[in-house]
């Protein structure tokens, strides 16, 4: 057998990370450090998942919009936690035209402050509320041990922010984007299990009442962050004054919400699916799901026919014409791209009236009529969508753990632990070894609501 | 008469604009000096530009990546006349992490310097030939006069960059993207006509080969660049080292390409279509094309209907159901926001069975049957897009003057000049008196090459 193309993720799993990154063209280092070059590959698939995200982000009655780059250094000043949390990754510009600029600015880490000091103005009147803003944007946190999609000091995000008349009115928000619209496009586009839950106080955003966040397990028993909520109570609208006349038109200060998700959710895609030869995207990702592969030049028009069919029957596909290059070299390459499906059209098969099918996420190939192929693609890619959620949520159950306190949690995997049995104290006996509690849920496993008791935390070691 | 919204424009088109971007709730300054905040309504325009831009892009076999924000200093002086052009322009970040830099980063003004050097790495074969990138991006380039839109220290754009093997392939490039992209967004969509010419050798980009333009008139008389593509010859292979090796074996020196498309058109479609009254928006670019006004509490449940029905005919409609607000002020605000059509559904028009259809470009207002307005709609949105192309196009055509030399130069307007009449010379005295050549075309209006001569100059004042 030939020598794998990849670092086998039993041997080193960050390693195998780092190669399948490169080898699969997502994306490299940039000339200063911390910065990242986002390559084709990389960025169709980001380009897609905003995609997911901008649609149901508009669905649910928010606006896109545009805050600048640049911060005024003292915005941060007016929220304690929040300079006390951000100061130290921030990056400062102090000349600009060629002159030193009287006051530096910040490049902006996250837009609180900005947005908060624009819907001072914006909001008069609880006619005004709700105020559903997000915008899609690169945000800067400098960063000493930077990873590819996982950390980096430039990132590549939407952050929301809305304001509301009521507490309850910023929960339900917070919680609506959770669900409705993180929650749906994780599990049934990124066809990775999450975990919802709440953070605890040590682990929540600077300047947050409560952080919400969604919780993925990685292959090698790492957890990762995928998104998160924030309900930023009255917080920023004291810092900013954010205040509105209500219907008996008194003064009140609004209720805001904040939340992200960011490029690194590509990382764990990779992290979640990838396997020894390289990415297994789930097909309603893949910026392809079929690529067709001219195995002689004789064939590349019988390729070029299947494709066309295949995009009339809604499938996204694409030729490989390269036949000047081995048959082999390209195959891996798109497994190493992680396409869910490649037909092969050689002609000894064709001769028979067959092409070959190859399952990315089993390696499976079969003959099929060259008749049939396309008719039952559809149906195929829903399997593997189903197929490959599944398999993520078996590896996590198989690899999450119940104990009784904060000693019993060793090893990869998701550890389960009474809250009560832990605290503030067990928490940050955990994080001197490197774990971290997750997030907190109910007893049955759901979201926590403020005052719900008994909780459950789930620890791991995270990205 | 009421007072009117906005100062006219033949009294004081700058304040007029000032104020048309306010009052339609588009943008308005950052706190950092020089920054922008884009609202909803100018998001909206910008990305609908920003789709209609990308699309192209990607059917003409370009792919999207992200490069980095910070770029090292050292990197710009790679390039002599690239360094001379942006230095003055550049944003410093000198500390990052609390800590000072030990190399200050600039904040990217454009990036052929960064993906040039990428490039280095990723071409080594003529088959890696051509390389087609584009990229989404926000750049900064220190601006003392800021200007919403126009002239902002930050601002959102697309720049492409292309690698190819020879001059001619390049300059296919550059002229595809000119012709076959922007020409096509600006005037089939954004209603605009444009000039397609050459710049001179004073206004072209640093460290181009040439840069060739679409300029556009607004109604003070005042011309606006609409996007530029420059054949960068080998300046940038040169001075990153981007090289191939040919089908001989030999290697060779690529060819590049950079061309851009920023958030500025938004101003220029502003400028070049709005009147006393606000916007008035191309209906294939509007964000919404009719609004459906309810008059009354009691007509909001058929407003919601036609707005139903007008979707299902492909139309991008909402309704107005603020009917605690009067109507004047709401006809005012859509107005100017410039939705094409204004559907009023009042209860007298509905107990005869009719609507009240306000067309934004002309003003006038005529009475439909209720049943009937939905079939018509669509051919009159394709009716108003080529009225309002026309209208600009005979603006233009009134205030295009033929004229012997520098010296008859005189007021606003585009003055064609013969090239050989006026000269680096004749371009330095117009620059004094504070006008600029837009654009250089062949003696039949053409985008010239290389060798033509005879050529003719327009000349005008400038935003």
């Not at 810092?239 to 038109?249: H, L, M, N």
């Not at 309603?284 to 004789?298: C, G």
Request: proline share 5%.
């Amino acid at each position: 057998m030939a020598k794998p193309v990849l670092t086998p993720q039993s041997q080193d799993f960050p390693r195998w990370y780092q190669e399948v990154v490169a080898k699969a063209e997502m994306a490299e280092n940039g000339p200063a450090r911390g910065t990242m070059i986002i390559r084709p590959w990389g960025y169709a698939l980001w380009e897609r998942i905003a995609s997911e995200l901008d649609q149901r982000i508009k669905a649910t009655g928010h606006d896109n919009v545009s805050f600048p780059l640049f911060i005024p250094m003292e915005f941060f000043e007016r929220e304690a936690a929040h300079i006390e949390g951000f100061s130290p990754e921030l990056a400062v510009v102090t000349h600009g035209g060629g002159k030193e600029l009287a006051e530096p600015l910040a490049v902006r880490p996250t837009s609180e402050t900005v947005i908060g000091d624009a819907m001072s103005r914006w909001i008069q009147g609880y006619r005004d509320l709700p105020l559903l803003l997000n915008q899609w944007a690169n945000v800067v946190r400098w960063e000493l041990r930077p990873r590819l999609f996982l950390r980096t000091s430039e990132f590549l995000w939407q952050e929301g922010h809305t304001a509301h008349a009521s507490w309850d009115d910023a929960q339900a928000e917070t919680l609506n984007i959770l669900h409705g619209v993180y929650h749906e496009v994780v599990r049934d586009v990124l066809a990775v299990p999450v975990l919802l839950g709440r953070k605890t106080e040590a682990e929540k955003f600077p300047g947050a009442e409560a952080t919400y966040t969604l919780e993925g397990l990685m292959r090698d028993g790492k957890a990762l962050q995928m998104g998160t909520s924030h309900h930023l109570g009255q917080n920023f609208a004291r810092a900013f004054g954010i205040t509105f006349s209500d219907e008996a038109g008194a003064q009140q200060l609004v209720y805001t919400t904040s939340w992200g998700v960011s490029a690194r959710v590509v990382g764990g895609l990779v992290m979640a699916h990838g396997d020894d030869r390289g990415l297994r995207l789930p097909p309603r990702l893949a910026p392809q799901q079929v690529v067709v592969l001219a195995i002689k030049d004789e064939t590349v028009e019988v390729a070029q026919r299947l494709v066309a069919d295949l995009r009339a029957a809604g499938v996204r596909a694409r030729t490989d014409e390269r036949t000047n290059l081995s048959f082999g070299r390209r195959a891996v390459d798109w497994e190493l791209k992680g396409v869910p499906v490649r037909l092969e059209v050689g002609p000894r098969d064709l001769a028979e009236g067959n092409v070959t099918l190859v399952r990315r996420d089993l390696g499976d190939k079969q003959q099929l009529s060259l008749d049939g192929v396309v008719a039952g693609l559809p149906r195929l890619l829903d399997e593997m969508q189903s197929a490959l959620l599944d398999d993520a949520l078996q590896r996590r159950e198989a690899a999450t753990f119940d104990v009784g306190s904060a000693a019993e949690v060793d090893g990869a995997g998701l550890f389960r632990v009474p809250w009560d049995a832990l605290g503030v104290e067990g928490e940050a006996r955990l994080a001197e070894r490197g774990y971290t509690v997750r997030c907190l849920v109910t007893a049955e496993g759901q979201v926590p609501d403020p005052d719900d008791v008994g909780l459950i935390a789930y620890v791991a070691r995270a990205y």
